[in-house]
Structures are given as C-alpha cells and as structure tokens.
T-cell receptor
Framework: SQKIEQNSEALNIQEGKTATLTCNYT??????LQWYRQDPGRGPVFLLL?????KEKRKERLKVTFDTTLKQSLFHITASQPADSATYLC??????????FGAGTRLFVKA | NAGVTQTPKFQVLKTGQSMTLQCAQD?????MSWYRQDPGMGLRLIHY???????DQGEVPNGYNVSRSTTEDFPLRLLSAAPSQTSVYFC????????????????FGPGTRLTVT
C-alpha cells in the first residue's frame, strides 16, 4: 500500500543544535515534496518545496534533501531555537490534485 | 487580507445531527480542499474543488457533501453525524500557476474541532 512515514516519536534537542527530521515513502513517484509546520491548535503552514530533480533546497536555517532512489527526504533546522518547537509535516504531491500528508514529527527544542 | 477563515472553531454534535462547516478565502484562489486530521494520522483529503461549480471526492468522502457556488466559499456539510467523524477539519486553498495548474503551496485555515457524541 502507499505510505508516508515520519518518526512518530518526538525529537528533543538542545538549543543551537541541528534538528534532522526524516520522511520516508513507498509506492509513490512524487513530482515534488513539501514540508509544513504545524503549531498546536493551528493549521499547517508551508515551509519548503523540493522537486524530484532537485537534490537539496535551502531557506534561511532550513535545508531539505530529496533522494528519489532511497525514497526519502531529510529536513534540517540548523542553529535550532525554542521557537522552532512544533510538529513538522511531510507532504507528497502525487498528481491529479492529490497531496498525501504524513502524520508529522513533533520537535522540542530546549533552551 | 484574512487568508483562509473557518467557522466555527469548535462544535459538539449528537449522532444523527447535521451541520455545515464554513470556509472562505480572500486570495482569489481557484483550488480549495477539505481535510480531516486525526491523532497519529496525516491529513486526509475529504473533498476538493478546482473552481466554482466543480468539486470532486478525495480519499475519505463518505458522510460529507460539498458545493462551490463562488470562488471564495467552500462549505462542508455533514449529513448525519457519526462518532467516527469526530476530528479536526481543515480547509485549504491553492492558487493557480501561469499554465493553469495548481500552485504548490497550500494555505490552511485555523481548523474546526468537531466532537460527535
């Protein structure tokens, strides 16, 4: 079956360290992959998009990699801050106006 | 520019009752969607619309109806509420690219937390 997997366990890191979140998928050939941030009680907010022919994309302290052979995307937050604490969602665009979301990984950054 | 707005924020229904969740966007986006979010699961697409008068089913459409009479509004109707419909519901919109396809970024509303008893 088609599946997106994000680490269901929360990630706890110290302020200033790099947070790395993983998104694995099976049975998809996505045209592009997105990362969203979701705070408690709020809707998701778009962060970054990476296309299938791109290996890496950066935006300020954020970096996303996309390996279509491994069927994996890594999401990095460098110099993490307590304000980065949130749930991060991976989403695949599979065509036909369908975007499939992962369940998300909760990140806690301790001061 | 309010973005995507949803009402109500919270709702409690009894089994068998019906209601409409409202969604509006002021960005002139062609594409709108309804998702539900349950603990431990990703957002699941209920229904979507590619323009006024055009709607289609997503992954979990049973028990829900939608209509799109204007570009701005995309209400979601629960016909006969069931406990399995207890969830958080998100509306989202997307703009169109220059070639007419959906733009990549989705804008989400703040959500409606629905409890069916």
């Amino acid at each position: 079956s088609q599946k997106i997997e994000q680490n269901s366990e929360a990630l706890n890191i110290q302020e200033g360290k790099t947070a790395t979140l993983t998104c694995n998928y099976t049975n998809y050939s996505p045209a592009y992959l997105q990362w969203y941030r979701q705070d408690p009680g709020r809707g998701p907010v778009f962060l970054l998009l990476i296309r299938e022919n791109e290996k890496e994309k950066r935006k300020e302290r954020l970096k996303v990699t996309f390996d279509t052979t491994l069927k994996q995307s890594l999401f990095h937050i460098t110099a993490s801050q307590p304000a980065d604490s949130a749930t991060y969602l991976c989403a695949l665009y599979t065509g036909g106006f369908k975007t499939i979301f992962g369940a998300g990984t909760r990140l806690f950054v301790k001061a | 520019n309010a973005g995507v707005t949803q009402t109500p924020k919270f709702q409690v229904l009894k089994t068998g009752q019906s209601m409409t969740l409202q969604c509006a966007q002021d960005m002139n986006h062609e594409y709108m969607s309804w998702y539900r979010q349950d603990p431990g699961m990703g957002l699941r697409l209920i229904h979507y619309s590619v323009g006024a008068g055009i709607t289609d089913q997503g992954e979990v459409p049973n028990g829900y109806n939608v209509s799109r009479s204007t570009t701005e509004d995309f209400p979601l109707r629960l016909l006969s509420a069931a406990p399995s419909q207890t969830s958080v519901y998100f509306c989202a919109s997307q703009g169109a690219t220059g070639t007419g396809g959906a733009n990549y970024e989705q804008y989400f509303g703040p959500g409606t937390r629905l409890t069916v008893t």
